[in-house]
């Protein structure tokens, strides 16, 4: 092996032209054409020592050295300038944070290979036009980075490739882009030096003469994070902390499938008997203390006396329907409050068949309701 060549943890966005093999040549130049003053507008903020461009030839593949928050903005780029065009030009797109080699190719030029650009090419696959996608590897550390950037993101599901590999991902919604803090001179390993200097503009762009030490911090600070959300993750899940949901849509953090094991379910006296193969139980009435109260995280606003408490517990996470309209996933969704009568609950996940139960409540009740999947 070349001493040039060496492994590194870096972002890749995958792009793709939809449908450009099926256009005239004329065709496919100018909207090729349009690709490259896109990504030139949108990549004139990142340093050329920061990245690397490869032309797929139907799209193209960014490589960023140093900071992650460089491919959300650059998602961000597409996404808004897509929204804005007239439709001539409509791309898929794929986030994903992995290993990646640097290398030179054929031509002597700068080139990426490894599983980190061939993940972000099959998340690219997954995506509907001019929709952006993220791997769950580059959601955990981009949403660990700012409590903003999570809030971009929306659990899309588990997604399976031609190699039966299964990759969850989270789409890039349409809430308005965080303010970009300014860029700090940054410096890369010394290999970079030794795969070349001569890139074009549209092919890649390295540093000269980087320094090591500071590659090593990068990827040192990358995997501390995504240690520390995975501990916090396992954490959270046993002790089950209050969290802040949201009413409509799941929340983008989800269990990894690798938890996913059991089928469970303890709840109060149905009205109906769940589907077959779920267990479930009768949990005493119990009112809810006022530590609870103060602690408990609802998916609508506790309304005193007038409203009952649905608390749950699901393993590894499911989302959470009450009478038909989504409430969010649990976990973090833990509560419910909900008014006096009968309602339908229903747990959903993908990989499993549904959870159902009736539940009837009374103004200050508490019920829990338990359900694992297996």
């Given amino acids: 092996m070349s001493s040039g060549n060496r492994n590194f943890i870096c972002t890749v966005v995958f792009i793709d032209i939809v449908g450009f093999s099926k256009k005239a040549v004329a065709d496919q130049l100018r909207i090729k054409q349009q690709l490259n003053q896109l990504l030139a507008s949108a990549l004139e903020p990142v340093p050329p020592k920061d990245r690397i461009i490869l032309d797929t030839g139907d799209g193209a593949a960014v490589s960023f050295l140093g900071d992650p928050e460089d491919g959300l903005f650059l998602g961000l780029a597409l996404r808004d300038a897509l929204a ?143 240690l520390i959300r995975t501990t916090f993750r396992n954490v959270s899940e046993v002790e089950q902390p209050p969290t802040v949901t949201q009413e409509s849509g799941p929340l983008p953090v989800t269990p990894g499938p690798e938890r996913t094991t059991a089928v469970e379910a303890e709840v109060k006296a149905p009205a109906k008997a769940p589907k077959a193969g779920a267990k479930s139980e009768t949990t005493p009435k119990t009112k809810p203390s006022k530590k609870t109260e103060s602690v408990a995280t609802t998916s609508e606003p506790a309304a005193g006396s007038e409203t009952g408490q649905v608390r749950l517990n699901v393993l590894p996470w499911g989302e959470v329907y009450v009478n038909d309209r989504k409430f969010g996933v649990a976990p973090p969704l833990r509560d419910i409050a909900l008014k006096p009568g009968t309602h339908r609950i229903e747990i959903r996940n993908p990989g499993f068949a549904s959870y159902v139960q009736f539940i009837d409540i009374e103004a200050g009740e508490e019920i829990r309701i338990r359900h694992r999947f297996r």
């Avoid at 794929?94 to 002597?108: F, H, S, T, Y």
């Avoid at 001569?198 to 500071?214: E, F, H, I, V």
């Fill in 84 to 226: 804005a065009d007239d439709n001539t030009l409509q791309l898929r797109t794929g986030i994903n944070l992995g290993p990646v080699r640097l290398v030179k190719d054929i031509n002597n030029q700068p080139n990426i290979i490894g599983d980190g650009i061939n993940v972000a090419q099959r998340v690219m696959d997954f995506a509907a036009p001019n929709q952006v996608l993220s791997s769950r590897s580059y959601y955990e550390v981009i949403s660990s980075l700012s409590t903003e950037h999570s809030k971009l993101f929306t659990f899309e599901g588990s997604r399976t490739d031609k190699h039966v590999r299964e990759h969850e991902v989270y789409a890039l919604g349409k809430a308005p882009a965080p303010q970009r803090a300014p860029r700090k001179k940054t410096a890369h390993a010394a290999a970079f030096e030794k795969l070349g200097n001569t890139a074009s503009t549209a092919r890649s762009g390295l540093m000269r003469r980087p320094l090591l030490t500071t590659a090593l911090t990068v990827i040192l600070i990358l995997s501390t994070a995504v």
